[in-house]
């Protein structure tokens, strides 16, 4: 299907978050953090680095010329043709899923490309072209995030990690698969040379990755996180997950009494979500059978959106205090910008292999 | 964007780091200063990369400098375990402390499924010169030792022959006739173990799958056979190359360590079939329908047909040892006598003909610069005889004879001289070239231009037959 829409794109010229926009010039190498709910992209514009996403999801529509016109006349909208229906992807997903009053459907799934969805290859190569420019030079280095492998899913996280990477060969990139805790690791603990726990939480599931001297040690992955509190919280409460998203990710404070049942039941869920991360990583640590030797207590770093609630912090730090963890722990502290961590570190992956 | 509220010590050993909120913080100009030189003879080599690595402000340049580091810590490593002698590699290891970062030797340091390739860089001069200078501090030490080592001293249990000599490696008595049974079937197993009726005992608790075993025969003089085979048809013998210490009762615990460690990464790797430990315990590790990796850029021949890539029709067996040059056996006599029931009853099992056990040493290939030898375990020294096989030391080496492989001056400085089949096989090229009234080397070209044809001809062949599958897979996960 990929090979003869081409004519069907919408100009991706026109795209406001198009990461050429935010290049200058010359060769960059780029960091792209492939979550299951966003899509981030890094990339070094002059002295600063510029970061810029899309939403991982889309929907489609019946086609109509008059629809197409519609769409064709807002700048910000991505969409392709296929057959009778308009296939509308990236962050304009929302505003059409609230106008047809239908969910938004996802090309991945618990952080690896959905299998049970059909449009989920050609989606996710729609939103990955209208956020990375193709490369000036053959030697352009391209760094992706990818997940660590869920126990018993590895043969589906070859099938993504290898699917990932043809996509951006074929683009003319250098391209290479970095795990993404380690991207959080990369982005957050230079001040401790690398070395520490980086957590991602995105969407469709938890990473964690333990590394000494930029050298990860232990990587984990839960197929539990954003998703799993929105449909518990939607089935506890009678509510659209979309509507618990959008309430979760307006204001959510996990440090503050819980004012309504909504408020309570996602407060349940993220104390399950954070106690069954604490446990997984107590559980992981202990059972290490090589760990490098090393005085000092180290750093927990926590990114991806799901970490963004006002409290969050106190819940894992709280949490952790609580269980007898086998590794001391010097602080734990939120990333400078969770949403972009991963996408941060994978380019800084991608600099060290320019 | 909110702003994210910073950390707190939980374990309260150090201050948290300053860090503003809101975006990113940008970071400080990148320190145009040289990157530091590795340190090489320190006893604790990562509490140095940390100090070092804390004066370095640009991440980029951070990560280059440890991870090179570490690379370096790698290769030294790598030197100091080719230090001929168990005693004198510890000793080393205790010198350099290099051991310490032995957990940050990484395979795969993007953590992905499918880890790129390294290029591992040289050690700097200055670190040669410094290993170069332990290497000749701990022979000096070596020498103090021994000559102040009690005479009295009980000798080990099983001696390991590691010290080079120049008599050729001794031969272990061929098994008396009528001591064997003719067949060798299973008699019991249970959860771990199988249990064979010559005494074979096979430990399965590290076993695993590998890929499917798929490959193709070549014809000599017609080219790739169109029948695609999957069962075994030869032997390869390896060494493990890994961690080798006395074999004495205080070591019990590094004994034991090093074979485990060896075991979960070879189970890990997909290295081998089976691998016979010190005190010849069998393990199986990829099973023998499968494929593992042990023998990949490798000829052999046996009769008309040639084989370019032994992984595919060969069980891999690796007794765990250092080769040390092969002129004295580097195997105990429980190594010895573990291999060869194991190798009766994979002869047994799958009809493999003597003429297709062979060594890694004589099998293995250069492939793009057409020489033999790329790897050397075995290529001297291994007890063709006892095992019951024909000595394929003499046997004219079918890479040589076939393909024009030659060897290089890196192959003469370790194995001195080729060994007797590699003289036979010139000697044909030889009069072959005589009888055709063209030179040696003309023969030779045309010869390895056949080989890269073929080798050519099977990987495209793998790689289409690997397409198929793969989109026979896509299409039952899409269920079409």
Same mark, same amino acid.
């Given at each position: 299907?990929?090979?003869?829409?081409?004519?069907?794109?919408?100009?991706?010229?026109?795209?406001?978050?198009?990461?050429?926009?935010?290049?200058?010039?010359?060769?960059?190498?780029?960091?792209?953090?492939?979550?299951?709910?966003?899509?981030?992209?890094?990339?070094?514009?002059?002295?600063?680095?510029?970061?810029?996403?899309?939403?991982?999801?889309?929907?489609?529509?019946?086609? !109509?010329?008059?629809?197409?016109?519609?769409?064709?006349?807002?700048?910000?909208?991505?969409?392709?043709?296929?057959?009778?229906?308009?296939?509308?992807?990236?962050?304009?997903?929302?505003?059409?899923?609230?106008?047809?009053?239908?969910?938004?459907?996802?090309?991945?799934?618990?952080?690896?490309?959905?299998?049970?969805?059909? @449009?989920?290859?050609?989606?996710?190569?729609?939103?990955? @072209?209208?956020?990375?420019?193709?490369?000036?030079?053959?030697?352009?280095?391209?760094?992706?995030?990818?997940?660590?492998?869920?126990?018993?899913?590895?043969?589906?996280?070859?099938?993504?990690?290898?699917?990932?990477?043809?996509?951006?060969?074929?683009?003319?990139?250098?391209?290479?698969?970095?795990?993404?805790?380690?991207?959080?690791?990369? !982005?957050?603990?230079?001040?401790?040379?690398?070395?520490?726990?980086?957590?991602?939480?995105?969407?469709?599931?938890?990473?964690?990755?333990?590394?000494?001297?930029?050298?990860?040690?232990?990587?984990?992955?839960?197929?539990?996180?954003?998703?799993?509190?929105?449909?518990?919280?939607?089935?506890?409460?009678?509510?659209?997950?979309?509507?618990?998203?959008?309430?979760?990710?307006?204001?959510?404070?996990?440090?503050?009494?819980?004012?309504?049942?909504?408020?309570?039941?996602?407060?349940?869920?993220?104390?399950?979500?954070?106690?069954?991360?604490?446990?997984?990583?107590?559980?992981?640590?202990?059972?290490?059978?090589?760990?490098?030797?090393?005085?000092?207590?180290?750093?927990?770093?926590?990114?991806?959106?799901?970490?963004?609630?006002?409290?969050?912090?106190?819940?894992?730090?709280?949490?952790?205090?609580?269980?007898?963890?086998?590794?001391?722990?010097?602080?734990?502290?939120?990333?400078?910008?969770?949403?972009?961590?991963?996408?941060?570190?994978?380019?800084?992956?991608?600099?060290?292999?320019? | 964007?909110?702003?994210?509220?910073?950390?707190?010590?939980?374990?309260?050993?150090?201050?948290?780091?300053?860090? #503003?909120?809101?975006?990113?913080?940008?970071?400080?100009?990148?320190?145009?200063?040289?990157?530091?030189?590795?340190?090489?003879?320190?006893?604790?080599?990562?509490?140095?990369?940390?100090?070092?690595?804390?004066?370095?402000?640009?991440?980029?340049?951070?990560?280059?400098?440890?991870?090179?580091?570490?690379?370096?810590?790698?290769?030294?490593?790598?030197?100091?375990?080719?230090?001929?002698?168990?005693?004198?590699?510890?000793?080393?290891?205790?010198?350099?402390?290099?051991?310490?970062?032995?957990?940050?030797?990484? #395979?795969?340091?993007?953590?992905?499924?499918?880890?790129?390739?390294?290029?591992?860089?040289?050690?700097?001069?200055? /670190?040669?010169?410094?290993?170069?200078?332990? &290497?000749?501090?701990?022979?000096?030490? /070596?020498?103090? /030792?021994?000559?102040?080592?009690?005479?009295?001293?009980?000798?080990?249990?099983?001696?390991?022959?590691?010290?080079?000599?120049? %008599?050729?490696?001794?031969?272990?008595?061929?098994?008396?006739?009528?001591?064997?049974?003719?067949?060798?079937?299973?008699?019991?197993?249970?959860? #771990?173990?199988?249990?064979?009726?010559?005494?074979?005992?096979?430990?399965?608790?590290?076993?695993?799958?590998?890929?499917?075993?798929?490959?193709?025969?070549?014809?000599?003089?017609?080219?790739?056979?169109?029948?695609?085979?999957?069962?075994?048809?030869?032997?390869?013998?390896?060494? %493990?190359?890994?961690?080798?210490?006395?074999?004495?009762?205080?070591?019990?615990?590094?004994?034991?360590?090093?074979?485990?460690?060896?075991?979960?990464?070879?189970?890990?790797?997909?290295?081998?079939?089976?691998?016979? +430990?010190?005190?010849?315990?069998?393990?199986?590790?990829?099973?023998?329908?499968?494929?593992?990796?042990?023998?990949?850029?490798?000829?052999?021949?046996?009769?008309?047909?040639?084989?370019?890539?032994?992984?595919?029709?060969?069980?891999?067996?690796?007794?765990?040892?250092?080769?040390?040059?092969?002129?004295?056996?580097?195997?105990?006599? /429980?190594?010895?006598?573990?291999?060869?029931?194991?190798?009766?009853?994979?002869?047994?099992?799958? %009809?493999?003909?003597?003429?297709?056990?062979?060594?890694?040493?004589?099998?293995?290939?250069?492939?793009?610069?057409?020489?033999?030898?790329?790897?050397? +375990?075995? &290529?001297?020294?291994?007890?063709? =005889?006892?095992?019951?096989?024909?000595?394929?030391?003499?046997?004219?080496?079918?890479?040589?004879?076939?393909?024009?492989?030659?060897?290089?001056?890196?192959?003469?400085?370790?194995?001195?001289?080729?060994?007797?089949?590699?003289?036979?096989?010139?000697?044909?090229?030889?009069?072959?070239?005589?009888?055709?009234?063209?030179?040696?080397? =003309?023969?030779?070209?045309?010869?390895?231009?056949?080989?890269?044809?073929?080798?050519?001809?099977?990987?495209?062949?793998?790689?289409?037959?690997?397409?198929?599958?793969?989109?026979? &897979?896509?299409?039952?996960?899409?269920?079409?």
């Amino acid at each position: 299907m990929a090979e003869n829409k081409d004519h069907l794109w919408k100009s991706p010229e026109d795209s406001p978050e198009k990461i050429e926009d935010l290049v200058k010039g010359g060769s960059h190498p780029v960091g792209i953090d492939v979550g299951t709910s966003k899509v981030v992209v890094s990339r070094r514009g002059g002295k600063d680095v510029a970061c810029a996403s899309q939403l991982n999801a889309f929907i489609p529509v019946p086609y !109509s010329p008059v629809t197409e016109r519609t769409i064709q006349q807002q700048s910000d909208i991505h969409y392709y043709r296929d057959g009778d229906e308009i296939v509308i992807f990236g962050s304009a997903t929302e505003r059409f899923a609230n106008m047809f009053n239908a969910e938004a459907r996802r090309p991945m799934a618990d952080g690896l490309l959905n299998p049970k969805e059909k @449009q989920a290859w050609p989606v996710l190569e729609a939103i990955l @072209q209208s956020l990375v420019p193709k490369p000036r030079s053959s030697s352009e280095v391209l760094a992706f995030s990818v997940p660590a492998a869920p126990p018993g899913r590895e043969a589906q996280l070859t099938y993504h990690e290898a699917s990932l990477r043809q996509h951006f060969t074929s683009l003319g990139y250098k391209a290479m698969a970095i795990n993404e805790g380690l991207a959080v690791i990369f !982005s957050e603990l230079e001040d401790h040379n690398f070395t520490g726990i980086g957590v991602s939480c995105g969407g469709g599931m938890c990473n964690a990755t333990l590394a000494f001297l930029s050298i990860p040690s232990i990587m984990f992955s839960l197929p539990k996180a954003g998703d799993f509190i929105d449909h518990s919280v939607g089935e506890a409460v009678g509510e659209h997950a979309t509507r618990v998203k959008v309430i979760k990710e307006e204001g959510l404070d996990l440090s503050r009494t819980p004012a309504d049942k909504l408020e309570k039941a996602l407060h349940i869920y993220y104390e399950d979500l954070v106690e069954t991360l604490v446990d997984t990583l107590r559980r992981t640590i202990a059972r290490a059978e090589k760990l490098p030797r090393t005085e000092r207590a180290l750093p927990i770093v926590l990114s991806g959106g799901t970490v963004k609630p006002r409290g969050f912090r106190e819940l894992f730090e709280r949490t952790l205090r609580g269980r007898s963890f086998p590794i001391e722990v010097a602080e734990v502290r939120v990333a400078s910008d969770p949403l972009t961590a991963t996408a941060r570190g994978a380019h800084i992956a991608a600099m060290f292999e320019k | 964007m909110a702003r994210v509220v910073q950390g707190r010590r939980v374990g309260g050993a150090r201050p948290p780091a300053a860090r #503003g909120g809101g975006p990113p913080p940008r970071r400080p100009p990148a320190r145009s200063s040289p990157v530091p030189r590795t340190p090489v003879l320190r006893r604790h080599p990562i509490a140095s990369l940390e100090a070092r690595g804390r004066t370095i402000r640009d991440p980029v340049e951070k990560l280059r400098f440890l991870r090179r580091s570490l690379e370096r810590y790698e290769a030294l490593d790598e030197r100091l375990q080719a230090v001929p002698g168990a005693p004198l590699r510890w000793l080393a290891f205790r010198l350099t402390g290099v051991e310490e970062a032995r957990p940050l030797f990484s #395979g795969n340091p993007w953590g992905a499924l499918d880890p790129p390739r390294r290029a591992r860089p040289p050690l700097p001069r200055r /670190a040669r010169r410094a290993a170069n200078v332990a &290497a000749l501090l701990l022979v000096a030490a /070596a020498g103090l /030792a021994l000559a102040s080592y009690p005479r009295s001293r009980p000798a080990p249990a099983v001696p390991i022959a590691a010290a080079p000599s120049t %008599s050729p490696a001794e031969a272990l008595d061929p098994l008396p006739r009528g001591v064997a049974p003719a067949r060798v079937w299973m008699v019991d197993s249970g959860p #771990g173990f199988e249990l064979y009726s010559n005494g074979l005992r096979i430990e399965t608790t590290y076993s695993i799958a590998g890929e499917p075993r798929r490959y193709r025969v070549f014809e000599i003089g017609q080219g790739m056979g169109s029948e695609v085979l999957d069962r075994p048809v030869g032997i390869v013998y390896h060494t %493990s190359e890994s961690d080798i210490w006395p074999l004495e009762e205080s070591f019990n615990e590094k004994l034991r360590d090093s074979s485990q460690n060896l075991l979960r990464y070879l189970k890990k790797n997909r290295v081998y079939h089976y691998l016979i +430990d010190r005190f010849g315990q069998v393990f199986r590790v990829v099973h023998e329908t499968d494929k593992a990796n042990h023998a990949g850029m490798s000829v052999w021949s046996t009769g008309s047909r040639a084989y370019l890539n032994l992984n595919g029709p060969t069980v891999g067996v690796s007794f765990e040892t250092r080769w040390e040059g092969g002129r004295a056996l580097p195997i105990t006599r /429980a190594q010895f006598e573990a291999g060869r029931s194991l190798t009766d009853y994979l002869r047994d099992k799958w %009809s493999i003909e003597a003429d297709m056990c062979v060594t890694h040493g004589l099998a293995s290939v250069n492939s793009r610069k057409h020489l033999i030898g790329h790897h050397l +375990d075995w &290529a001297r020294g291994f007890p063709f =005889e006892a095992l019951g096989l024909p000595d394929h030391y003499r046997r004219a080496s079918p890479a040589v004879v076939l393909f024009g492989f030659g060897y290089d001056e890196q192959f003469l400085a370790v194995m001195g001289e080729p060994w007797p089949g590699v003289e036979e096989a010139e000697r044909r090229l030889e009069d072959e070239a005589a009888a055709a009234g063209r030179t040696v080397d =003309e023969l030779r070209r045309e010869r390895a231009g056949t080989y890269d044809l073929w080798l050519d001809e099977q990987t495209r062949e793998a790689e289409t037959a690997e397409k198929a599958a793969a989109a026979t &897979a896509r299409r039952a996960a899409s269920g079409g």
